[in-house]
């Protein structure tokens, strides 16, 4: 009886196996796009987006306009359209007006590894600092975006995945209108540059990078990027492009147009 029932569980097995099989014969497309559609469910990358600046380390502020509060609006909109895409989670490193991680006024040092030590936390692939400028010289040709990546020093390999990305973004932001800033720090026409310190240096002896979230994002082996996406004190920027909601959400939405790229993500 019990030897019965074993072979007949065996005969079903084997008759489930066999009708599996036929199915897979008959439509191998189904079979493959189920099989391209697990894979880019296994793609599971985590992007960290950080609204620069809070309320205790203000950015620029200039006729109306408020950097921290514009650079989290910014990061809301584009978590909200890169959630609309396959295998990504997406985290802010703050999600209200104040500073997270102490809240000293006399120093962003503090707050900054915050924010990196949280995106180490949650695991990121990438950390893309959100943020807008001001020229103190009221220049006009001081316009439009740039991004700052990593630079080449101590992890080459950090500079090209930071590279990657920002060649990603910044198309994406210049298809709002924007112009391409050519910043006068490092005037070299792409919008793309990297800052290095003149006295801080890598464990292995090379400058570290200038900005903080990035130098210390590159000794947490984690690519970040500082987008800096128009200039407050250009008129035709902040006019056209940080002015209102909608404004904000068309830049909100070019960042995840272009992370989304550079990961290779499709909608939903
Ligand atoms: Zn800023």
């Not at 697990?38 to 609204?51: G, I």
């Not at 802010?92 to 102490?102: A, H, M, Q, V």
């Not at 930071?162 to 919008?191: E, Y």
Request: aromatic fraction near 8%; hydrophobic fraction near 40%.
């Amino acid at each position: 009886m019990k030897k019965n029932i074993t072979s007949k569980i065996k005969r079903m097995i084997c008759a489930a196996l066999a009708v599996t099989l036929v199915l897979a014969l008959a439509n191998p497309g189904e079979v493959f796009a189920a099989k391209a559609k697990k894979k880019a469910a296994a793609k599971k990358v985590v992007v960290v987006l950080d609204p620069g600046h809070d309320t205790v380390h203000h950015g620029c502020s200039y006729n109306g306009f408020e950097e921290g509060y514009a650079n989290l609006a910014i990061a809301m909109y584009c978590k909200q359209e890169l959630e609309r895409y396959n295998g990504v989670t997406v985290y802010l490193t703050r999600t209200t007006l104040d500073c997270p991680y102490g809240a000293d006024p006399a120093s962003s040092t503090g707050c900054l590894a915050g924010r990196v030590n949280f995106a180490k936390s949650v695991g990121a692939n990438v950390i893309v600092s959100l943020h807008n400028d001001y020229d103190p010289d009221m220049d006009p040709a001081q316009c439009g975006s740039k991004i700052i990546i990593p630079n080449a020093f101590y992890r080459p390999d950090i500079c090209l995945a930071g590279f990657s990305l920002a060649q990603n973004i910044l198309p994406a932001l210049t298809s709002t209108g924007l112009t391409v800033n050519n910043w006068k720090t490092d005037p070299n026409g792409t919008g793309i540059c990297t800052r290095s310190s003149s006295i801080s240096t890598y464990p292995d002896g090379t400058p570290k990078d200038y900005y903080a979230l990035i130098n210390k994002s590159k000794s947490a082996g984690i690519p970040a990027v500082i987008v800096e996406h128009a200039f407050c004190t250009s008129p035709s920027d902040l006019q056209n492009h940080l002015s209102t909601p909608e404004q904000l959400a068309r830049l909100g939405v070019a960042d995840a147009t272009g992370i989304a790229r550079y990961f290779g993500l499709s909608l939903r």
